[in-house]
């Protein structure tokens, strides 16, 4: 018989096991960010998407970059995908947008999270990737720092093979004090759609992915160029030949597609020689994006490039003047002879004249193929097959690449992995339509930030650069488009095609251009590999403080410690002429403990140094008096 202390006993040990239990399940729910039974701590507003907004498609206190974040679902209009049984998802499209989240009143000190379920039917059969971030807000309301996740997959569905279920994309942040409002933003890495449903923000998160702050402490004052200049500018051409994107011509986007690809081809290689001769008299070094069949002196052999394709994107659906390039071979009206016989088709006898006066070749693609249309194995070819007829030239693998069409809208993730494996580094000629604009313009047309950045997903990796298309008309927008990246210490890439620099307007609006950024003085000219690699290498600088004490002071300054910082370059490029700031209170500064002579910096209080590719140096710095930096 059991007794009556004991059976109590039993009773008691088989609570606190239970509440034990229950504790656990609620402690492992809340670190998951996922609901609980009979309670649902979800903070975020309208996150069924059931509430319409003013903005058509867009649910209320949603909102987003750009077109293309709109509620669909079997119970809305039939398409789109739903995961949680109420008929409704939010769709995502475009690498340059975002979906927003409704404000969230939140307290400092307390770790929130946030998770959505997300998958994507890319037509390009591509899986990509999502990343969350948050921001937040002051009691005034005004935005004061953020946090980003890193990029997470998001599963491909296909008819054929539908995954098991949603991917999730999560994250987890402490509320920094002076924080009153929170919103998310999810942010895709390409052009792939995305659908999203069952977005929520709770409490906890311990197990998620840590938001971490993305601004980087500048720990001494960088120079954002080289030598002290401003700002860069890169002079740009496309450059094709009939075979190489003439005959080829959309008429969305091309005014002269309706004119003979033979008169084309020829002013392409006329427009070298003229734009040569203006860069040759203010000794500028410029960049030709070249399609693949600029490198050849003929093709008499009949080489099949690419496997000679039949792309069927290239009909009158998608802006063609006609269909015939949906069953015609695209490389098919190769005429198959020489510079000597067919000069607008083969360019071949220009490469060395460009590559002796200083000036580089990057890819505009072999084929001049449409780039949000192609899958990923097309852009292997195309990229395969430019280097290699470019190395029978002498002239290197691509590193950087100028859109055909600025076509870069539809581009998905497999698409970019593929440029990226194959060693392009900066990417301009972007799509300049919403949802993919990543450089928005202004009522005047001038890029409103003309500053290369990471592109999405690639950060470290391949910059892209903004650009600006200079005409006869355009050329004063083109001093003021220049005057904007000084003021902001940006970049931009003024451009045209080679065969309009056969007019007069169009050779003196280049002069006038070249001439005044030269006289500036202040502004870095240089072809747009080298200040994309530059710019690469500069983002990617590391520094760290090291520690140091009163006794590291070796009788200069005021006898407190030294300033102490590791600068890594971190990245395949060499920093030539990085300006480091000095305080004005400086007394000495050494370079790996060498000192160096106050000549070198005291006049302009800035010290210049070059650090070469994986380098890392010590810096170090005293001063006369207390400095707060």
Same mark, same amino acid.
């Given at each position: 018989?059991?007794?009556?202390?004991?059976?109590?006993?039993?009773?008691?040990?088989?609570?606190?096991?239970?509440?034990?239990?229950?504790?656990?399940?609620?402690?492992?729910?809340?670190?998951?960010?996922?609901?609980?039974?009979?309670?649902?701590?979800?903070?975020?507003?309208?996150?069924?998407?059931?509430?319409?907004?003013?903005?058509?498609?867009?649910?209320?206190?949603?909102?987003?970059?750009?077109?293309?974040?709109?509620?669909?679902?079997?119970?809305?209009?039939?398409?789109?995908?739903?995961?949680?049984?109420?008929?409704?998802?939010?769709?995502?499209?475009?690498?340059?947008?975002?979906?927003? +989240?409704?404000?969230?009143?939140?307290?400092?000190?307390?770790?929130?999270?946030?998770?959505?379920?997300?998958?994507?039917?890319?037509?390009?059969?591509?899986?990509?990737?999502?990343?969350?971030?948050?921001?937040?807000?002051?009691?005034?309301?005004?935005?004061?720092?953020?946090?980003? +996740?890193?990029?997470?997959?998001?599963?491909?569905?296909?008819?054929?093979?539908?995954?098991?279920?949603?991917?999730?994309?999560?994250?987890?942040?402490?509320?920094?004090?002076?924080?009153?409002?929170?919103?998310?933003?999810?942010?895709?890495?390409?052009?792939?759609?995305?659908?999203?449903?069952?977005?929520?923000?709770?409490?906890?998160?311990?197990?998620?992915?840590?938001?971490?702050?993305?601004?980087?402490?500048?720990?001494?004052?960088?120079?954002?160029?080289?030598?002290?200049?401003?700002?860069?500018?890169?002079? +740009?051409?496309?450059?094709?030949?009939?075979?190489?994107?003439?005959?080829?011509?959309?008429?969305?986007?091309?005014?002269?597609?309706?004119?003979?690809?033979?008169?084309?081809?020829?002013?392409?290689?006329?427009?070298?020689?003229?734009?040569?001769?203006?860069?040759?008299?203010?000794?500028?070094?410029?960049?030709?994006?070249?399609?693949?069949?600029?490198?050849?002196?003929?093709?008499?052999?009949?080489?099949?490039?690419?496997?000679?394709?039949?792309?069927?994107?290239?009909?009158?659906?998608?802006?063609?003047?006609?269909?015939?390039?949906?069953?015609?071979?695209?490389?098919?009206?190769?005429?198959?002879?020489?510079?000597?016989?067919?000069?607008?088709?083969?360019?071949?006898?220009?490469?060395?004249?460009?590559?002796?006066?200083?000036?580089?070749?990057?890819?505009?693609?072999?084929?001049?193929?449409?780039?949000?249309?192609?899958?990923?194995?097309?852009?292997?070819?195309?990229?395969?097959?430019?280097?290699?007829?470019?190395?029978?030239?002498?002239?290197?693998?691509?590193?950087?690449?100028?859109?055909?069409?600025?076509?870069?809208?539809?581009?998905?993730?497999?698409?970019?992995?593929?440029?990226?494996?194959?060693?392009?580094?900066?990417?301009? %000629?972007?799509?300049?339509?919403?949802?993919?604009?990543?450089?928005?313009?202004?009522?005047?047309?001038?890029?409103?930030?003309?500053?290369? %950045?990471?592109?999405?997903?690639?950060?470290?990796?391949?910059?892209?650069?903004?650009?600006?298309?200079?005409?006869?008309?355009?050329?004063?927008?083109?001093?003021?488009?220049?005057?904007?990246?000084?003021?902001?210490?940006?970049?931009?890439?003024?451009?045209?095609?080679?065969?309009?620099? +056969?007019?007069?307007?169009?050779?003196?609006?280049?002069?006038?251009?070249?001439?005044?950024?030269?006289?500036?003085?202040?502004?870095?000219?240089?072809?747009?590999?080298?200040?994309?690699?530059?710019?690469?290498?500069?983002?990617?600088?590391?520094?760290?403080?090291?520690?140091?004490?009163?006794?590291?002071?070796?009788?200069?300054?005021?006898?407190?410690?030294?300033?102490?910082?590791?600068?890594?370059?971190?990245?395949?490029?060499?920093?030539?002429?990085?300006?480091?700031?000095?305080?004005?209170?400086?007394?000495?500064?050494?370079?790996?403990?060498?000192?160096?002579? %106050?000549?070198?910096?005291?006049?302009?209080?800035?010290?210049?140094?070059?650090?070469?590719?994986?380098?890392?140096?010590?810096?170090?710095?005293?001063?006369?008096?207390?400095?707060?930096?």
């Amino acid at each position: 018989m059991i007794s009556r202390p004991f059976a109590f006993g039993a009773i008691i040990f088989s609570f606190i096991i239970g509440a034990v239990g229950v504790f656990l399940f609620i402690s492992q729910r809340l670190d998951r960010c996922t609901a609980l039974p009979l309670f649902d701590p979800n903070l975020l507003p309208n996150a069924q998407f059931a509430v319409p907004g003013e903005v058509s498609g867009l649910p209320a206190g949603w909102s987003r970059g750009a077109g293309g974040v709109e509620v669909h679902g079997p119970a809305v209009d039939g398409q789109g995908f739903d995961l949680d049984g109420d008929g409704r998802g939010l769709q995502l499209i475009g690498i340059a947008n975002y979906a927003q +989240t409704p404000p969230i009143t939140v307290e400092p000190g307390v770790t929130y999270c946030f998770t959505v379920a997300a998958l994507t039917d890319s037509m390009l059969r591509s899986a990509t990737r999502a990343r969350l971030v948050f921001e937040w807000y002051d009691q005034r309301g005004e935005l004061f720092r953020q946090a980003v +996740t890193a990029w997470q997959p998001v599963v491909l569905w296909t008819p054929d093979r539908p995954p098991a279920s949603w991917s999730t994309i999560g994250g987890a942040v402490r509320a920094p004090e002076p924080a009153r409002v929170l919103r998310v933003r999810i942010e895709p890495s390409s052009d792939d759609r995305i659908y999203l449903d069952m977005p929520r923000l709770q409490r906890g998160g311990a197990s998620l992915p840590i938001a971490e702050s993305s601004e980087p402490t500048s720990l001494l004052q960088i120079a954002l160029w080289p030598e002290g200049y401003q700002a860069a500018v890169a002079f +740009t051409f496309d450059w094709e030949t009939a075979m190489g994107g003439l005959v080829h011509s959309r008429s969305v986007d091309d005014p002269r597609a309706d004119e003979d690809p033979v008169m084309r081809g020829m002013r392409m290689r006329t427009g070298v020689e003229t734009s040569m001769a203006i860069f040759a008299r203010h000794n500028v070094r410029a960049t030709y994006y070249a399609t693949g069949y600029n490198f050849l002196m003929g093709n008499r052999e009949q080489r099949r490039f690419m496997g000679d394709p039949v792309f069927p994107w290239a009909s009158v659906a998608n802006g063609w003047r006609s269909d015939r390039w949906v069953t015609h071979r695209w490389f098919g009206d190769d005429p198959y002879g020489t510079v000597a016989t067919d000069p607008a088709w083969y360019f071949g006898d220009q490469i060395e004249p460009l590559l002796a006066a200083g000036h580089e070749i990057q890819s505009h693609t072999f084929s001049h193929l449409y780039g949000g249309y192609a899958d990923a194995a097309t852009w292997r070819a195309d990229l395969e097959a430019w280097n290699t007829v470019a190395a029978e030239r002498g002239v290197g693998n691509a590193r950087s690449l100028a859109f055909p069409w600025s076509s870069s809208a539809g581009m998905s993730d497999a698409n970019w992995d593929v440029i990226e494996q194959l060693g392009i580094r900066s990417v301009t %000629r972007l799509s300049d339509y919403g949802p993919y604009n990543l450089f928005p313009t202004d009522e005047q047309g001038l890029v409103r930030n003309p500053q290369c %950045r990471w592109l999405p997903g690639r950060e470290g990796r391949i910059l892209a650069c903004p650009d600006f298309y200079l005409t006869p008309d355009r050329a004063e927008m083109a001093i003021v488009q220049i005057e904007r990246a000084v003021a902001v210490g940006g970049m931009i890439d003024i451009w045209a095609h080679t065969e309009e620099v +056969t007019s007069v307007a169009q050779q003196t609006a280049w002069e006038d251009v070249v001439s005044y950024t030269v006289r500036r003085g202040d502004v870095w000219v240089a072809p747009l590999s080298e200040i994309a690699h530059w710019q690469i290498a500069r983002m990617s600088l590391s520094i760290t403080p090291v520690t140091t004490t009163s006794a590291d002071s070796f009788g200069y300054g005021n006898g407190e410690p030294a300033q102490r910082y590791h600068l890594s370059n971190l990245s395949p490029y060499d920093l030539v002429g990085l300006m480091i700031n000095l305080p004005s209170d400086t007394a000495a500064v050494a370079i790996d403990h060498n000192i160096i002579s %106050r000549t070198q910096w005291e006049a302009r209080g800035w010290l210049r140094i070059d650090l070469a590719a994986g380098q890392t140096i010590e810096v170090t710095m005293w001063l006369t008096r207390s400095n707060s930096r």
